[in-house]
């Protein structure tokens, strides 16, 4: 648990006695698009900066040719590019772009709390809906950037030694004792405010899939989800992810919930996206970073993302970038 916090607890929420079980509604204001970024303050952000030592940058969007086709039934991207003035000038076009169809953050509009049908802060999917409502849209992401301390916590290494049968393209549940695990084994200690990033193997290993991998990962609908390694879907995992007060938690899987879902609209996406207003990563590409971790024993590091500016949007890739 974070150390000298002032938040409340997982078991003290809601702070709103009309709110639903659990939920952040409220905590920092009726008005709040921002949920758990609240915990990116500026003093946060210049502690940040004293973890750059060498100066060596690492990317974290996975190449927006994977998956190399559209998942969830959402549209693969085509990639134009359009001559102008003959071949002297080219632009290009990204027809059938989704902000969701590869490295992505799911932004507060994405996913509403099961036992209300509102999303964070009491928002109504009429007001998602309404173009000219701008309510805990992905703008309000980018406008103040996504900047602080970062950790790893790379589950697939750790699982080589102590999950031998480990597959990032089954159905494992990492657990909240499992993640201690990690935590202890590479030395990393939590603070208020981090972005955790969770290495589960799964980008690692679409890259090297067999052909008899590829049918059952593209292309799948909702309830038919491929099988995933994930966070398992419990009361613990919510409580020590809440208690450890993060700003936001990013995976290099497809749902950070080990999938398929035990219940789709009832699991992190419900409870971390609508209840506590915490941007959710998906397919960051975490392989390059977790190498050299490896190599460094380090596993803290200055971390920076700018989300599309885009008024009302759900989601966008994170343009993600950390700093050693």
Request: aromatic share 12%; with cysteine.
């Amino acid at each position: 648990m974070s150390t000298e916090s002032t938040l409340p607890t997982y078991d003290e929420l809601p702070v709103d006695p009309n709110a639903p079980p659990h939920t952040a509604w409220g905590l920092w204001g009726e008005d709040d698009n921002l949920g758990t970024l609240n915990l990116l303050t500026p003093d946060k952000v210049v502690k940040a900066t004293s973890l750059v030592s060498r100066g060596d940058v690492f990317a974290l969007n996975w190449k927006l040719e994977n998956p190399n086709m559209g998942m969830l039934n959402r549209d693969a991207c085509t990639h134009i590019i359009k001559p102008i003035h003959g071949d002297m000038v080219f632009d290009d076009v990204y027809d059938g772009f989704n902000t969701q169809a590869s490295s992505q953050w799911d932004g507060l509009r994405h996913f509403c709390l099961s036992t209300s049908g509102q999303f964070y802060n009491n928002t109504s999917a009429e007001e998602i809906k309404d173009p000219k409502n701008g309510k805990i849209g992905v703008h309000h992401m980018a406008r103040r950037g996504i900047v602080g301390r970062a950790v790893l916590l790379d589950f697939a290494r750790w699982a080589e030694v102590n999950v031998p049968d480990y597959d990032a393209f089954t159905r494992y549940e990492i657990t909240v004792e499992e993640l201690d695990a990690v935590a202890a084994h590479q030395g990393v200690t939590f603070e208020e405010g981090d972005i955790l990033l969770l290495r589960t193997g799964w980008t690692a290993r679409y890259e090297v899939k067999k052909a008899e991998d590829t049918l059952p990962v593209l292309n799948a609908a909702l309830g038919e989800l491929p099988d995933s390694a994930g966070l398992k879907f419990s009361e613990d995992t919510f409580r020590w992810v809440w208690n450890h007060h993060f700003a936001a938690i990013a995976s290099d899987n497809i749902g950070v919930e080990a999938l398929p879902f035990i219940n789709p609209y009832a699991g992190t996406y419900s409870m971390f996206l609508s209840g506590w207003g915490m941007p959710l990563g998906e397919m960051f590409f975490l392989e390059a970073l977790a190498e050299d971790c490896a190599k460094d024993g380090v596993y803290q590091f200055f971390f920076s993302s700018a989300p599309l500016n885009k008024f009302g949007g759900v989601a966008s890739p994170p343009n993600a970038l950390v700093i050693k």
